[in-house]
């Protein structure tokens, strides 16, 4: 069974950076993909990065693109967003998710969830 902690959130101002963590336990991700997702106040749920475990390949959407990085450290296990230059926009509660195999925007897929951690970007 895969757990997820995210940990880094908090309050920045427009403009800062922030980086987020995930840590995988209960096994070691091999063909495995690993997204970040969001959730806004009164929106849906939506993609923000995914990146191929065994490959290192990232995928972005289009609203994070050129701002946001996301990584991956096999040997720690974990994976990490960079989010810099935040806007307003960006508030939400960001989760990590886990699956086998490919990687996907659609969350439907992602089967391992983590609890999610609080980013507020103020203007």
């Known amino acids: 069974q895969v757990q997820l902690v995210e940990s880094g959130g908090g309050l920045v101002q427009a403009g800062d950076s922030l980086r987020l963590s995930c840590a995988v336990r209960?096994?070691?991700?091999?063909?495995?993909?690993l997204g970040w997702f969001r959730q806004a106040p009164g929106k849906e749920r939506e993609f923000v990065a995914y990146?191929?475990?065994?490959?290192?390949?990232?995928y972005y959407a289009d609203s994070v693109k050129g701002r946001f990085t996301i990584s991956r450290d096999k040997t720690k296990n974990t994976a990490s967003l960079q989010m810099n230059n935040l806007k307003p926009e960006d508030t939400a509660v960001y989760y990590c998710a886990s699956k086998r195999g490919f990687a996907t925007i659609s969350q439907a897929q992602y089967n391992n969830w983590g609890q999610g951690t609080q980013v507020t970007v103020s203007s």
């Open positions: 990146i191929d475990w065994r490959v290192g390949s990232p």
């Open positions: 209960g096994r070691t991700l091999s063909g495995d993909a």
